[in-house]
């Protein structure tokens, strides 16, 4: 099943778990809608064929969503016994930190094999350098940006844009260096403040910028986009401009890299599974494919490198 925010990539790795299972025999159910699929047995037999031409397509042909009830024990309790019922040996999970720590609680409470495949565009799980949809994300925010950049620069404008990450500044950090934007806001940063980017933005006007952009996370603690760029027209009188980016970057075609790491999760996580691991989800660490306990989910969130932040700022000159 898929879960939670969907990610470009999830459908190659449907199609690897599907098509790894035939090749060793087992047999493959996809459930529909996430957790709320579960709950309300919503789902059926997967063949090769039914996945046929969604390596290449953004979203989930599983559908997903964020399931309110799997909190309650008594719902969740009932679920494994549905599962049981049906024959279920194991689940594989695409998604993010939510949809993982459901499945390490089902896993803990009623023994049923879970394993994890990353699938968020944040890229915001423990234990793993990169997340399915991240890459795709990442590359549909600059394009964007790029975009912005040409207009920006006939009018001589500075732009506040706003992109994903509600509690992660990923994309934010990794846009802005690839943009080459004068100044991120995200929030895991410890130490930014309006007057500080006051600061930096007239540095750069004084050097001779006379257009800027300021890249945003969607959770960033400064005040967000709108509000920012408010105080900025106030007090400065500048004609700036607010783009929030938004569902843009969850949607698309999955880059190259997505698809290989979607198809080889995929497989894996299958392989695993038959091979009698329990509860574990994949990632890769310094370009190694890693198998993590499925209960390092609850461990601290990755941060952008606080170096990648500040070298924003460095390279605007
Ligand atoms: O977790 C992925 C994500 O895209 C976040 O970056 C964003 O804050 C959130 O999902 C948006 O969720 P929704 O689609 O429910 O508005």
């Given at each position: 099943?898929?879960?939670?925010g969907?990610?470009?990539?999830?459908?190659?790795?449907i199609?690897?778990?599907?098509?790894?299972?035939d090749?060793?025999?087992v047999?493959?159910?996809?459930v529909w809608?996430g957790?709320?699929g579960?709950?309300d047995?919503?789902?059926r037999p997967?063949?090769?064929?039914?996945c046929?031409?969604i390596?290449?397509?953004g979203?989930?042909?599983?559908?997903?969503?964020r399931c309110?009830?799997?909190?309650?024990p008594?719902?969740?309790?009932?679920?494994a016994?549905?599962?049981?019922d049906?024959?279920?040996?194991?689940?594989?999970i695409?998604?993010?930190?939510?949809?993982f720590t459901g499945?390490?609680?089902?896993n803990?409470?009623?023994g049923?094999?879970?394993?994890?495949?990353?699938g968020?565009?944040d890229?915001d799980?423990p234990g793993?350098?990169?997340?399915?949809?991240?890459?795709?994300?990442l590359?549909?925010a600059v394009q964007?940006?790029?975009?912005?950049r040409?207009t920006a620069?006939?009018h001589?404008?500075?732009?506040l844009?706003e992109?994903?990450?509600?509690?992660?500044?990923?994309?934010?950090v990794?846009?802005?260096?690839?943009?080459?934007?004068?100044a991120v806001?995200?929030p895991?940063?410890e130490?930014h403040t309006?007057?500080a980017?006051?600061?930096q933005?007239?540095?750069?006007?004084?050097?001779?910028k006379r257009s800027?952009?300021?890249?945003?996370?969607e959770?960033?603690?400064?005040?967000?986009a709108?509000?920012?760029?408010?105080?900025?027209?106030n007090?400065?009188?500048?004609?700036l401009?607010?783009?929030?980016l938004?569902?843009?970057?969850?949607?698309g075609?999955?880059?190259?890299?997505?698809r290989?790491?979607?198809?080889m999760?995929?497989?894996?996580a299958v392989?695993?599974?038959?091979a009698?691991e329990?509860?574990?989800?994949?990632?890769?660490?310094?370009?190694?494919m890693v198998?993590?306990?499925?209960?390092?989910?609850?461990d601290?969130?990755?941060?952008?490198p606080?170096e990648?932040?500040?070298l924003?700022?460095?390279?605007?000159?």
């Open positions: 099943m898929t879960s939670g969907d990610a470009p990539g999830m459908n190659a790795a199609r690897a778990v599907v098509r790894q299972a090749a060793l025999k047999e493959v159910y996809g809608r957790y709320q579960l709950v047995q919503e789902w997967l063949t090769t064929r039914a046929a031409n390596l290449q397509r979203g989930t042909m599983l559908n997903t969503g309110q009830s799997w909190h309650l008594a719902v969740r309790a009932q679920a016994r549905d599962l049981r049906a024959g279920v040996d194991a689940l594989v695409i998604g993010g930190d939510g949809s499945a390490e609680i089902l803990r409470e009623t049923i094999p879970c394993a994890g495949i990353p968020t565009i890229n799980l793993t350098d990169r997340t399915l949809g991240f890459d795709t994300a590359n549909t964007a940006i790029d975009r912005i040409d620069n006939a001589e404008r500075l732009f844009v992109v994903m990450g509600r509690s992660s500044g990923m994309i934010a990794n846009t802005a260096i690839a943009c080459g934007a004068e806001l995200y895991e940063a130490e309006y007057e980017l006051v600061v933005l007239r540095a750069g006007w004084e050097r001779g800027s952009i300021v890249v945003v996370a959770g960033d603690t400064t005040g967000g709108f509000q920012i760029g408010e105080r900025l027209r007090d400065y009188g500048l004609d401009r607010v783009v929030v938004g569902h843009i970057q969850r949607g075609s999955p880059t190259a890299l997505d290989i790491y979607g198809s999760w995929g497989s894996e392989k695993r599974l038959v009698g329990t509860s574990f989800y994949l990632g890769v660490q310094n370009g190694e198998s993590i306990p499925l209960n390092r989910i609850h601290k969130r990755p941060a952008p606080k990648l932040a500040a924003a700022g460095i390279l605007a000159r």
